[in-house]
């Protein structure tokens, strides 16, 4: 295992409140994903980070915004809380080939 | 994006059989990876394979990447063996991933 930890593990909010979902690995791994898991999608990803301050969108970053200032942590923000981004969301690393996945946060927006 | 198709959606297996997983993409790719995601929902590193083959105890893959392939097999399977087990592949630098084979081995 990457040594990758989520938090929260399990959050539910309201409609139109700004929710910040944590990654943090312990590997010094220089890549960091965000996906996003919903039923009969598989997973997409949403960002993915590629260095400190170096972040990219992926297949579906619309409603999502990344962070990363430090090599171990990355964030991910929904400005605006939907019932559509109601989703199983992980965080994964990699050292530029095999990536590692963390454990998980289900989010319920409400 | 690189579109993945895994084949079969579903497949009951009776505990101590064996299974073919396919995983089939549609362009050139960097690196395969096969998971395994467990009834938790944790996703479970099962190979990195980006061609030809290895083996890890009762499980192997085989890439076949001029083809657009791989397979996972899973011989003598038990009821641990349950999850979805996902296929996904790296173009650029995201990993894109299929829909899964859900697997069930009934004892």
């Known amino acids: 295992d990457a040594g990758i930890t989520q938090s929260p593990r399990h959050k539910v909010t309201e409609t139109g409140t700004p929710v910040t979902l944590r990654c943090h690995q312990t590997?010094?791994?220089?890549?960091m994903y965000w996906y996003r898991q919903d039923p009969g999608h598989g997973l997409r990803l949403i960002h993915y980070?590629?260095?400190?301050?170096?972040?990219d969108k992926g297949e579906v970053s619309d409603g999502y915004s990344v962070s990363r200032s430090k090599t171990e942590d990355f964030l991910l923000t929904l400005e605006s809380a939907t019932s559509s981004q109601t989703s199983v969301y992980f965080c994964?690393?990699?050292?530029?080939?095999?990536?590692?996945f963390g454990p998980g946060t289900r989010l319920t927006v409400t | 994006g690189i579109q993945v198709e895994q084949s079969p959606p579903d497949l009951i297996l009776q505990e101590g059989a064996n299974s073919t997983l396919r995983c089939n993409f549609s362009?050139?790719?960097?690196?395969l990876q096969w998971f395994h995601q467990n009834p938790w929902g944790q996703l479970i590193n099962l190979f990195y394979?980006?061609?030809g083959t290895k083996q890890n105890g009762r499980l192997s893959a085989t890439t076949v990447a001029t083809e657009r392939y791989s397979l996972l097999y899973i011989s003598s399977s038990q009821t641990t063996d349950s999850g979805v087990y996902f296929c996904?592949?790296?173009?650029?630098?995201?990993?894109?991933f299929g829909t899964g084979t859900r697997l069930t081995v009934i004892p």
């Open positions: 994964a690393t990699s050292d530029g080939y095999e990536q590692y």
């Open positions: 590997e010094n791994h220089r890549y």
């Open positions: 980070s590629y260095g400190v301050k170096d972040t």
């Open positions: 362009d050139s790719v960097n690196n």
């Open positions: 394979i980006p061609s």
């Open positions: 996904a592949v790296t173009g650029a630098n995201n990993l894109f």
